[in-house]
């Protein structure tokens, strides 16, 4: 009997199991897998997973959706958060940021309104017109994620809010509509820098999209600035594009009181927009889309 280790039966001096060993899996999305865990940490999914994902995903853009409808002039940002309970109470799913990491963060989702660049705190300032306002909705359906935010315009806003708020967009769209096979992860803050730049609109480097779906936040990091992330997309992959553009400075700082609200170090517009997207064999699929 001719052990794995043994020379090839061909001639070649290989190893058997180097060279004309038996394949033993029907293609080679596990050994594919296998190595992205190992070299990069990130969690392909299998066809199985991704179906719970998508329905996760489903509902998140439905609850923001819902929430969206709701952010108008007189609202508060506590009376979102309250519809948000009620939502996920409503559809047997758990909202994913309440009591998230440290300090635990408060809210069920993240309200951020015109200078917020995010992790915005629900309260009791009601809306007025002029706002630009981010929120960020993530479910856990059956253990598996879906995260994704919008903007809403309360009533008529400035023409700075509407050109952060419209590049935000098309940023986000440019960079989920290069993802293919072999695109590389860096190609993603191409995109949105090269768009963000054009409109006079500076992009936030201080926070990341992410890989999601079994976690809130898995590998790998999703950079919206020129970056050296070289890893090629393949089938399976679940991230966030969800870049933070601004009107003026690219920085911002987190509030001391909470540990969490990031606000723009100059007190000018950001928005932000977010999509879950899983890479498919011929491109991308939008996961949260209603
Ligand atoms: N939903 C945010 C994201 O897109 C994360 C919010 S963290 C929280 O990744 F704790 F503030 F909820
Ligand atoms: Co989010
Ligand atoms: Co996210």
């Known amino acids: 009997m001719i052990s794995r280790n043994d020379p090839c039966w061909c001639g070649s001096q290989k190893k058997w199991k180097k060279c004309h060993f038996p394949k033993t899996t029907p ?6 897998s296998k190595s992205y865990l190992k070299k990069y940490g990130i969690i392909l999914k299998t066809p199985s997973q991704i179906e719970k994902i998508r329905k996760a995903c489903k509902l998140a853009a439905s609850i923001c959706k819902t929430l969206c409808e709701a952010a108008k002039e007189g609202v ?16 047997n799913a758990i909202p994913a940021p309440y009591h998230y990491g440290t300090p635990p963060f408060p809210g069920t989702v993240c309200t951020s309104v015109n200078d917020v660049i995010c992790h915005g705190i629900p309260n ?3 809306l007025k017109k002029g706002d630009i ?22 009533g008529l806003v400035s023409e700075e809010a509407t050109r952060v708020v419209e590049t935000s967009y098309i940023c986000m769209m440019n960079a989920i509509e290069r993802c293919k096979p072999g695109v590389l992860l860096s190609e993603i803050g191409d995109a949105i820098e090269e768009h963000a730049h054009k409109n006079n609109c500076s992009v936030v480097n201080q926070f990341v999209g992410h890989g999601v779906g079994v976690k809130f936040h898995e590998p790998p990091q999703v950079l919206f600035t020129k970056n050296n992330m070289k890893i090629p997309l393949v089938p399976g992959m679940t991230i966030t594009i969800e870049p933070m553009i601004n009107i003026g400075s690219q920085k911002g700082y987190i509030e001391e009181e909470n540990g969490w609200v990031a606000r723009t170090i100059d007190h000018k517009l950001s928005s932000q927009w977010e999509h879950t997207i899983l890479i498919t064999e011929n491109g991308y699929e939008i996961l949260t889309q209603v």
């Open 124 to 126: 009791d300032t009601p």
């Open 27 to 32: 293609d080679d999305f596990s050994s594919i």
């Open 133 to 154: 306002i981010n929120i960020d909705v993530t479910s856990i359906l059956d253990g598996y994620y879906g995260d994704t935010s919008k903007m809403v315009c309360v």
């Open 76 to 91: 508060t940002t506590k009376q979102i958060d309250q519809m948000s309970i009620d939502l996920h109470k409503k559809a």
